[in-house]
Structures are given as structure tokens and as C-alpha cells.
């Protein structure tokens, strides 16, 4: 889709009309995602259509870790990550492939971010009827951590993945 720009969201940017289907994914976008961005809690990132401004998916990434139980995988009491916290794709543009467009960019900026601050994981918490979609359509070496409640923890190794890109 071309008629698309990619931003950080900012005050200009118009979410009222963005609707993917899932309330508290709206709700955050309405309510949360400027607010966490001027509280410098999580950074928002939009496609919008480029003519009007509209928000048609979004992103949110923050700085996070894996605390002791979890992180003894790794052999260490805590484990830095990049968190991808929400995601969100309009319903009118479902089924272009912007999800992956925003996990690419997810795991492009959690790279970016492990070469200045120290990183290892880009984790995502969703939905377990979510979870096959990033283990099985996304397909960018997503691994599985561990389901809990309704959720599932999914993870990609960023130093892992850096490895096998050399």
C-alpha cells in the first residue's frame, strides 16, 4: 500500500475512527498510547493514510524485562527486553499484511535499540487464539515462553537472530 506513511503518533494523528475489533487495543489507542508517549512509558508507532492523517494500524514498544523466575532460562536473575505491548490493525485493512509490516518494524527497532542499550528478547503477549498467528503466519523465528490465564508470552532472541544474519 503506497498511499501510507509511517510516524510516531503524535497529537495530529486521527484514532477516533480506528476500530480493529478488539476493545482494549481501541481503548489503549484512545485513551493510553499519548499519554504513555509523553510519560515516556511506551513509544506508539502509526501507518496512516497518507492524504488524511487516519490511523489504520499501530504498534507500541517499551522497555521492559523478564524478571527472575522467568529469566532463569537465560541463566540470569533478569533479562532485558523490548516489549511489543499493542498491536493494531483497522478492520477496513485487515488482510494486507500490515500486521507483519509492524512486526518487521518491531523487531527492526529492537535490534536498532540492543546495539545502544542492552536488549535480548522482543516479546509479545497475546491472545492465545492469537498466538498461531505470530508462531505460524508471521514466521520471523518467534518462540514460545510460556501460556498463562488467557494469554500467551512469545518471544524472539535478538542475539540469536543477529547471529543468524551473519
Not at 492523517?53 to 507500541?60: D, E, H, K, M, R
Not at 477496513?92 to 528478547?121: D, P, Q, T, V
Not at 492465545?128 to 508470552?153: C, P
Amino acid at each position: 500500500m503506497t498511499d501510507l506513511i509511517f510516524k510516531e503518533l503524535d497529537r495530529a494523528v486521527i484514532i477516533e475512527t480506528f476500530d480493529c475489533g478488539d476493545q482494549a487495543i481501541n481503548y489503549f489507542l484512545n485513551n493510553l498510547a499519548l499519554l504513555n508517549l509523553e510519560q515516556k512509558l511506551s513509544k506508539t508507532y502509526t501507518f496512516c493514510l497518507k492524504d488524511s492523517n487516519i490511523i489504520i494500524a499501530f504498534l507500541t514498544l517499551s522497555a521492559s524485562q523478564l524478571n527472575t523466575g522467568d529469566a532463569r532460562i537465560f541463566g540470569i536473575d533478569k533479562v532485558p527486553i523490548v516489549l511489543l505491548g499493542r498491536l493494531g490493525v483497522d478492520n477496513n485493512y485487515k488482510n494486507k499484511k500490515l500486521g507483519i509490516a509492524l512486526i518487521n518494524i518491531a523487531l527492526e527497532k529492537s535490534l536498532e535499540a540492543s546495539k545502544i542499550i542492552a536488549c535480548r528478547l522482543l516479546l509479545v503477549e497475546t491472545n492465545l487464539d492469537i498466538k498461531s498467528y505470530y508462531l505460524e503466519k508471521v514466521n520471523m523465528g518467534f518462540e514460545w515462553f510460556r501460556d498463562r490465564k488467557n494469554t500467551s508470552i512469545l518471544f524472539i532472541d535478538l542475539k540469536k537472530y543477529e547471529e543468524n544474519l551473519q
